[in-house]
């Protein structure tokens, strides 16, 4: 088809939620149409689906100003959740011991592309 790189990107980095929380929900959304995406992310409990939902409306958002008509039947082909920066914190135990606490974070990618003009060739 094309090459690995999505037309129209969208991400959001540094996003206070672990990527073990994100995966799950990325891999749902790969694959699909922009509409359907945005509604099976609508309906989903999870506080990782709002954050998800608000980079896929974004790169729609993205591929609307580079002048595609009908973003709804763009396809999700890059839906990529990346480990980020930890905040480390130390948090005293029995003992006299201390185990690390790791606040994660993760960035959230998700990239579009139109495959309509592939069938017209």
Excluded: C, Q, W
């Amino acid at each position: 088809m094309s090459s690995t790189v999505a037309e129209y990107t969208a991400s959001h980095r540094f996003a206070r939620i672990s990527v073990r929380k994100v995966m799950p929900l990325l891999d749902l959304i790969r694959g699909k149409y922009a509409d359907d995406a945005l509604d099976v992310l609508k309906y989903m409990p999870h506080r990782g689906a709002r954050l998800v939902e608000k980079v896929l409306k974004s790169a729609m958002a993205n591929a609307e100003d580079r002048g595609v008509k009908r973003v709804g039947d763009l396809v999700v082909v890059d839906a990529r959740g990346e480990g980020g920066p930890m905040f480390k914190r130390l948090m005293p135990r029995a003992r006299g011991m201390a185990y690390l606490i790791r606040r994660r974070s993760s960035h959230i990618i998700v990239g579009l592309e139109d495959y309509s003009k592939f069938d017209e060739e």
